[in-house]
């Protein structure tokens, strides 16, 4: 069973901190990594995807990958109360194109 | 920006009736998914469509369930016979490569 494990949080900063959100996954040969944004009761937001190990930067938003550890994460920059919301790791299954999610990490960002 | 567009958004049903819901994928995508979220927890995968036929399905996409491409444009799930724990937000998505645009989702709630 391939499984992508988060902190459920929450995760709390104030504004304009940097909040780091952290994700693990068990298949050792996946390839693709999503970070997606969660508003209650709204669908899944795509912030950013990965595949390399390394950094990716998108505005305040960086993501970073480490395929030995099995590990990925998001930063974010000067965070704003809008921000606040549940974010969903989300790793590509080679097999079959699908997408398998963590459970999310909710961050609440306090003005 | 292109979208993917799902109806109803919102369906009250009877237990053991059965549903539609509809999506409209973006029209240049190759795939098509379906995943659910109960409330509280996981986004799940149910089946990916790709060719007009399923590619993948996982353990929660039953005899209960089917997927249909009708025309060129509409995607839908159908639930036969409705159970309680039905009762989710269901997300269709459609991408091309890469990352996944996801609809705004229909609730389905079963009494």
């Known amino acids: 069973q391939k499984e992508v494990e988060q902190n459920s949080g929450p995760l709390s900063v104030p504004e304009g901190a940097i909040a780091s959100l952290n994700c693990t996954y068990s298949?050792?040969?996946?390839?693709?990594f999503f970070w997606y944004r969660q508003y209650s009761g709204k669908s899944p937001e795509l912030i950013m995807s990965?595949?390399?190990?390394g950094d990716k930067e998108d505005g305040r938003f960086t993501a970073q990958l480490n395929k030995a550890s099995q590990y990925v994460s998001l930063l974010i920059r000067d965070s704003q109360p809008s921000d606040s919301a549940t974010y969903l790791c989300?790793?590509?299954?080679?097999?079959?194109?699908?997408?398998?999610f963590g459970q999310g990490t909710e961050l609440s960002v306090k003005p | 920006e292109p979208e993917v567009t799902q109806t109803p958004s919102h369906q009250v049903t009877q237990m053991g009736q059965e549903v539609i819901l509809r999506c409209v994928p973006i029209?240049?995508?190759?795939?098509f998914y379906w995943y659910r979220q109960i409330l509280g927890q996981k986004v799940e995968f149910l089946v990916s469509?790709?060719?007009?036929?399923?590619?993948?399905k996982s353990e929660i996409f039953d005899d209960q369930f089917s997927v249909e491409r009708p025309d060129g444009s509409n995607f839908t799930l159908k639930i036969r016979s409705t159970k309680l724990e039905d009762s989710a937000m269901y997300f269709c998505?459609?991408?091309?490569?890469?990352?996944?645009?996801f609809g705004s989702g229909t609730r389905l709630t079963v009494v």
């Open positions: 298949d050792r040969g996946s390839q693709s």
């Open positions: 469509f790709y060719n007009n036929e399923i590619s993948e």
């Open positions: 029209s240049n995508h190759l795939y």
């Open positions: 990965i595949y390399s190990n």
């Open positions: 989300a790793v590509g299954d080679n097999q079959g194109g699908k997408l398998i």
């Open positions: 998505a459609s991408s091309r490569l890469g990352g996944y645009t």
